[in-house]
């Protein structure tokens, strides 16, 4: 963190997320926040270098966007490629699939609750920095608890590898279905790992109620002015509007929790607008029917928020037994729905790690799920397709167009850290201006204000896709003993 003259305070880089961002933050004459501004200073461009290859490759190339959530690129890639050969796949081959997609959020949301989110709990917002850590947070638990951890996330990524072919980047989705069946030995692994996780999720939960909703001043800091926003809520439902990664309905619920919007992947270009800012290279999607009206909060805003905490809100509920529990108390202690507390999204990720658990439980049981039969081969010529899933960071969107021969035409992504990008910025500002005043600015505060983003779980190497402008570039050309010789400035 730097500190620039007594008008502009710089993070950079903010920490424990996945990607690569600043923060700056502007005071006015009396030391108070005027404005802030979180930035990201990094493209992948995806969506220009897959025009020209073939659509079938898709789920292979577009999980290379990024090593935290290939699965859900995978997983989406594959759901838009089967729109676009307009191909069903087989009941085994779709189960197959949601069970390989339970594993990859329960990495996922272990990774992000005890690495990411949890040294600000359990070790304090403002505690050393250098304690503040992973290993800060296993010297405190204790090693038997770190080794849980570290198990469990383990066996999600046996499980992705044992289906995908690879624990990252996976291999097995293609048009119709999945590239191999699982046999009754690795259904026997996985159901076993299944119940340690189950029983890793309980835990998990107990752990988060006996820390922070018995510590009085976390809950106040939950429930806080500074991190609350007012916003729209997305997140994919069942025909219950049960909270479902893998597929369903869109369902969108307006700030005082009323059903908005409901719409079919097919559909959301009708509802989901993207907005451009000069200043960033990640975009700013909105609601169509209510339109950009900037970075502002409440109904006459079209922003909206997806990820853990915005499912819950936008479902009516859980679709297993364990994890509905977890989800009524969550609503219940934070005075029912919609919950508009930012950092309420680590509650809801840990009810989401039961409802993955629980899940994984249920289809690693299901007789269906060792039949060979996993995949419809294609028969029509392909054109156009969408495919949604929720990534461990909210809703994810992907759209191709091919000629007839399967070449792609164009790609539109709209990936999760995307869909939150604007209520990140005004979460960040919120927090700013809440905590810092009369130029007064500890570390401590500032990873306060670091708090307001990490609870989205950002991911920018995946979210990062406009291109206002050129790329800048800076060139410089040293002699054999490193004194400079020229500049060119792009």
């Not at 970075?295 to 819950?312: F, I, T």
């Amino acid at each position: 963190m730097a500190k620039e003259r007594a008008t502009r305070i710089t993070i950079d880089p903010v920490t424990r997320l996945e990607g690569h961002a600043k923060i700056e933050i502007f005071l006015d004459d009396e030391g108070d926040v005027e404005n802030a501004y979180f930035q990201v200073p990094e493209l992948r461009g995806f969506e220009e270098f897959c025009a020209g290859r073939p659509v079938e490759e898709l789920p292979r190339i577009t999980p290379r966007i990024c090593g935290v959530c290939p699965g859900a690129h995978h997983m989406a890639a594959s759901k838009a490629v089967d729109a676009v050969f307009h191909v069903e796949p087989p009941p085994a081959g779709r189960k197959l699939r949601e069970l390989f997609y339970c594993a990859h959020m329960i990495h996922s949301h272990i990774a992000h609750f005890y690495a990411l989110a949890a040294p600000d709990f359990v070790l304090g917002p403002q505690a050393d920095p250098a304690q503040r850590n992973i290993l800060g947070i296993v010297a405190k638990v204790g090693l038997e608890i770190g080794g849980e951890v570290i198990k469990h996330r383990a066996y999600a990524q046996d499980i992705q590898a044992m289906i995908g072919g690879k624990a990252t980047h996976p291999v097995c989705g293609v048009p119709g279905g999945m590239s191999k069946p699982i046999d009754e030995e690795e259904r026997k692994r996985i159901e076993d790992m299944a119940k340690s996780t189950v029983e890793f999720a309980k835990f998990s939960l107990q752990l988060f109620n006996d820390v922070v909703l018995k510590n009085k001043e976390y809950v106040d800091i939950i429930l806080g002015d500074v991190y609350t926003m007012h916003s729209y809520y997305m997140g994919l439902v069942d025909e219950k509007n049960k909270v479902n990664f893998y597929e369903g309905d869109v369902r969108v619920v307006d700030p005082e929790g009323k059903e908005f919007a409901k719409f079919k992947p097919a559909q959301y270009l009708d509802h989901v607008g993207e907005h451009v800012e000069s200043w960033s290279y990640l975009k700013f999607p909105f609601l169509k029917q209510v339109g950009w009206k900037g970075l502002v909060e409440g109904n006459d805003s079209g922003v909206y928020r997806v990820a853990p905490l915005a499912r819950l809100n936008a479902a009516d509920g859980m679709a297993t037994a364990l994890a509905q529990e977890a989800y009524e108390a969550m609503f219940s202690t934070l005075g029912g729905k919609p919950v508009h507390a930012t950092l309420a999204n680590h509650w809801a990720r840990l009810v989401e790690l039961m409802y993955a658990a629980e899940r994984l439980l249920e289809l690693s049981q299901d007789p269906e799920i060792t039949s060979p039969d996993v995949r419809s081969l294609p028969t029509a010529t392909p054109d156009e397709g969408v495919g949604i899933v929720e990534a461990p960071r909210g809703t994810l969107f992907h759209h191709y167009k091919t000629d007839p021969r399967g070449m792609v035409t164009d790609v539109n992504l709209i990936v999760a850290t995307g869909n939150n990008h604007a209520a990140i910025c005004m979460s960040i500002k919120k927090a700013a201006q809440g905590l810092i005043k009369k130029g007064h600015a500890t570390e401590g505060l500032l990873n306060m204000v670091e708090m307001a983003f990490r609870a989205y779980d950002p991911c920018f190497g995946c979210a990062t896709h406009a291109l206002p402008g050129e790329m800048p570039l800076v060139v410089r050309i040293r002699d054999s003993d490193g004194a400079p010789l020229q500049e060119i400035v792009r």
